[in-house]
């Protein structure tokens, strides 16, 4: 299963101490026997998650041991993730307090107004942002409490640090980090395992 990849990339990385699951409460059984059957020694627990994403982080970063320091938030989605691209995020966030993965945009960009092109927008400005995003802990939970307390639904966790005017830090990230949200994805990512085990 693709969650089982995506556990194992944290379980392989050294980086990393502890497993926070957040999930669906009637996937928490299920994921937590699918964990023990793949061997991930270093989940600590599973959570039922929110009704969006920044309640779930939030149910996550809770769920956390005490003594955690950072924090790694990674899409369960994402399962070719290398242990590379967890630890430079991870030394960049201890350094800085934030960072994230990003690969630059391939395409060129067009900003559409209208339905029509109005403008191009300089593709070497651009990026395209990945996880795992970390972050000090204590910084991702007021990020976290102050985006509830607005109400702002955001699409990554960056977004919510940024909008406290905390810069994250960039790291490489890899194209190979993709992130599986359709069958293509699937195929792609079939691809992209059998390669490994050549």
Same mark, same amino acid.
């Given at each position: 299963?693709?969650?089982?990849?995506?556990?194992?990339?944290?379980?392989?990385?050294?980086?990393?101490?502890?497993? /926070?699951?957040?999930?669906?409460?009637?996937?928490?059984?299920?994921? =937590?026997?699918?964990?023990?059957?793949?061997?991930?020694?270093?989940?600590?627990? $599973?959570?039922?998650?929110?009704?969006?994403?920044?309640?779930?982080?939030?149910?996550? $970063?809770?769920?956390?041991?005490?003594?955690? %320091?950072?924090?790694?938030?990674?899409?369960?989605?994402?399962?070719?993730?290398? !242990?590379? $691209?967890?630890? !430079?995020?991870?030394?960049?966030?201890?350094?800085?307090?934030?960072?994230?993965?990003? $690969?630059?945009?391939?395409?060129?960009?067009?900003?559409?107004?209208?339905?029509?092109?109005?403008?191009?927008?300089?593709?070497? =400005?651009?990026?395209?942002?990945?996880?795992?995003? /970390?972050?000090?802990?204590?910084?991702?939970?007021? %990020?976290?409490?102050?985006?509830?307390?607005?109400?702002?639904?955001? =699409?990554?966790?960056? %977004?919510? /640090?940024?909008?406290?005017?905390?810069?994250?830090?960039? =790291?490489?990230?890899?194209? @190979?980090?993709?992130?599986?949200?359709?069958? !293509?994805?699937?195929? /792609?990512? @079939?691809?992209?395992?059998?390669?490994? !085990?050549?």
């Amino acid at each position: 299963p693709v969650l089982a990849h995506t556990l194992a990339a944290f379980e392989k990385c050294a980086d990393v101490r502890d497993i /926070v699951l957040v999930c669906r409460e009637q996937d928490i059984v299920p994921y =937590t026997e699918l964990a023990r059957t793949f061997g991930i020694s270093k989940l600590r627990t $599973v959570t039922r998650g929110g009704g969006s994403r920044t309640a779930s982080v939030l149910a996550g $970063v809770n769920a956390a041991p005490e003594d955690t %320091a950072l924090v790694a938030v990674h899409d369960g989605a994402r399962p070719l993730v290398s !242990e590379a $691209v967890i630890s !430079e995020a991870v030394y960049a966030a201890a350094a800085h307090g934030a960072a994230a993965p990003v $690969v630059p945009v391939k395409d060129s960009i067009k900003r559409i107004e209208n339905g029509v092109i109005a403008a191009d927008v300089p593709r070497d =400005t651009l990026a395209a942002v990945q996880t795992p995003q /970390v972050f000090a802990r204590p910084l991702l939970l007021r %990020a976290l409490n102050e985006a509830a307390r607005q109400g702002q639904a955001y =699409t990554d966790d960056c %977004a919510a /640090v940024e909008a406290l005017g905390q810069p994250v830090y960039a =790291t490489h990230g890899s194209y @190979e980090n993709i992130k599986i949200t359709t069958p !293509e994805d699937i195929a /792609v990512a @079939e691809a992209l395992l059998q390669k490994e !085990e050549i």
